[in-house]
């Protein structure tokens, strides 16, 4: 008879995949990392970039519409990742009120409304949310960026709980990731965005 994994072990399974789709999207848009925490349960977190796309200036549509869509993927690739495992419908997570939904998707949801404030439109809506539900799912779903997020995650499985280093984080992700980073179209649309920045 088949061992039934323990509720507990399988959410600290959940979250690590979890963890490891947000760094790999992460790696891919050339984002920094500095850790990966988790605390051996079902909580954890990237520490990398914190900054929400309407808390710059604003320049222009362009640009806002670079930065949400980098801040979109970053915000949906972990429940992507997770739900691949899992093997459920990340498309079947529906586009709900804030009140009814965790991080990830409350703090998009939030940004997506501030940006139509600071256009005057409807931009973000629900069908732009689907949109990169779809994007995210892809950039997931390739072989490539999958290995490199299995690998990572079976590491912070195995560390059970505590912070993985940056460093560690990149060795496994350029292993399978580097190549496609620098390759990746929405790595350059943000390579764009933060020369804006410099400048």
Same mark, same amino acid.
């Given at each position: 008879?088949?061992?039934?994994?323990?509720? $507990?072990?399988?959410?600290?399974?959940?979250?690590?995949?979890?963890?490891?789709?947000?760094?790999? =999207?992460?790696?891919?848009?050339?984002?920094?990392?500095?850790? =990966?925490?988790?605390?051996?349960?079902?909580?954890?977190?990237?520490?990398?970039?914190? @900054?929400?796309?309407?808390?710059?200036?604003?320049?222009?549509?362009?640009?806002?519409?670079?930065?949400? @869509?980098?801040?979109?993927?970053?915000?949906?690739?972990?429940?992507?990742? @997770?739900?691949?495992?899992?093997?459920?419908? /990340?498309?079947?997570?529906?586009?709900?009120?804030?009140?009814?939904?965790?991080?990830? /998707?409350?703090?998009?949801? %939030?940004?997506?409304?501030?940006?139509?404030?600071?256009?005057?439109?409807?931009?973000?809506?629900?069908?732009? /949310?689907?949109?990169?539900?779809?994007?995210?799912?892809?950039?997931?779903?390739? $072989?490539?960026?999958? =290995?490199? *997020?299995? @690998?990572?995650?079976?590491?912070? =499985?195995?560390?059970?709980?505590?912070?993985?280093?940056?460093?560690?984080?990149?060795?496994?992700?350029?292993?399978?990731?580097? /190549?496609?980073?620098?390759?990746?179209? *929405?790595?350059?649309?943000?390579? %764009?965005?933060?020369?804006?920045?410099?400048?």
């Amino acid at each position: 008879m088949k061992r039934k994994t323990p509720l $507990k072990d399988k959410e600290h399974i959940y979250t690590a995949y979890h963890e490891a789709g947000h760094a790999a =999207i992460f790696f891919l848009l050339g984002q920094p990392i500095d850790s =990966i925490y988790t605390d051996g349960i079902s909580g954890g977190k990237v520490n990398g970039a914190e @900054e929400l796309p309407t808390s710059f200036p604003f320049e222009n549509n362009i640009l806002l519409d670079c930065r949400m @869509e980098v801040f979109a993927l970053r915000c949906l690739s972990g429940y992507s990742a @997770e739900y691949k495992y899992r093997k459920k419908r /990340f498309m079947g997570l529906m586009f709900n009120k804030p009140d009814s939904i965790d991080g990830d /998707f409350n703090v998009l949801w %939030r940004e997506m409304g501030k940006a139509n404030i600071i256009i005057d439109s409807n931009e973000y809506n629900e069908f732009w /949310f689907h949109s990169m539900q779809n994007k995210t799912r892809r950039l997931i779903n390739k $072989k490539h960026t999958w =290995i490199a *997020i299995t @690998e990572l995650a079976k590491c912070l =499985i195995k560390k059970k709980s505590g912070t993985i280093s940056g460093n560690t984080v990149f060795n496994i992700l350029s292993k399978h990731l580097k /190549f496609y980073a620098v390759q990746n179209r *929405i790595y350059a649309k943000n390579t %764009r965005f933060n020369n804006s920045q410099n400048k």
